[in-house]
């Protein structure tokens, strides 16, 4: 392995008992060797140092709707300048962006870029928000934080598209300037997480706790449901008891529909009847903000008032046909809806 030039020194990471180090930044607490890299491909050790190469490099820029993070109740219709990098701490077989996630940064196609001209980047185009995304922000911590505190000094809003798989301390330091997240919660068994994502489901319940409870974080949910995989009714409805009684009502969610790829080519597309079940479940548990993703139409993308049902937010895609909130507030009945609209 020969490191690139000038990567940067990483954090979350101690010296273990056999020599090699252990990085924490994760829940994989990888053991990493000299001349070896961790599970994410990204973070390697070189003569008893932790780097990280995931500082200042992304495989690329674009500028998208904030719906397609998703996010409906964190200023809809604004854009939000998206990147990542290579690498992940996950192995989902189901992965839609493989041909990074599962890459080390050598081997796409990469630029170096300062954190200062990310936010240059966000302002010059007038996106009012920055989104790590494409692969999990969470392996390239470091360069989040940096940015991160460049954008809020500049009225940006940091945007976190996570799987929420991050140990608890590293977690503290990663979202203190995020201003909203969308985290993937992918299934909702131990089984699911092991074999399907080589992760584990406990430490991604305990992210969507602490960004509710402990932080001003504006939190959005997405479960892409795979056929055979994750979409038993009960799964589903044991999901949605469990944001209930955690995150509360109020915490929009996102079914997304699967489609093959990766190491899941042989499974089917989700059936729309699949999504429009779950979108039931969810509504009849009590969740008030459910949406559909991944699918034509707009059935399941509209935003309506939990207290009269008024339609307030039409969506074709990611694009906003009709808005009529005032203020954050329902026209109709006066009911303030949760989020950050304005």
Known sequence: MIPIENDHIANWYETHHTGRLL????????????????FCFIRYNKGGTLFTEGYGRSTGFALDPIEKKPLNHFL??????????????????????????KAKSDNVSSIRISAEDVVELSLKYNSPSIAFTYNDPVIFSEFVIDVSKIAVQNNINPVLVTAGYVDPAARIELFKYVKAANVDLKGFTE???KNLT????????????????????WLE?????????????????AMCNWILENLGENVPLHFSAFHP??????????????LYEAYRIAKSAGINYCYLGNIAG?????TRCNNCNELLIEREWFK????????NKCPSCNQHIPGRFN
């Open 298 to 302: 707009t059935k399941g993308k509209e």
């Open 191 to 193: 089984h699911f997480y």
């Open 76 to 101: 809809p219709g604004s854009s939000i300048l998206s990147f990542g990098t290579a690498g992940c701490n996950l192995g989902c077989k189901f992965c839609q962006n493989w041909s990074i996630s």
């Open 23 to 38: 990085c924490t930044l994760c829940p994989r607490y990888c053991l990493i060797g000299d001349g070896q890299r961790g």
């Open 261 to 274: 790829d990766f190491k899941m080519k042989d499974v089917p597309h989700t059936p729309v009847t699949a």
């Open 320 to 327: 906003i046909t009709l808005n009529l909130l005032k203020e």
């Open 221 to 237: 949910i997405t479960n892409l449901i795979i056929p055979g995989q994750n979409d038993n009714p009960e799964e589903i409805k």
């Open 198 to 217: 080589y992760s584990s489901l406990k430490p991604v319940l305990e992210t969507l706790i602490y960004l509710k409870n402990e932080t001003e974080v």
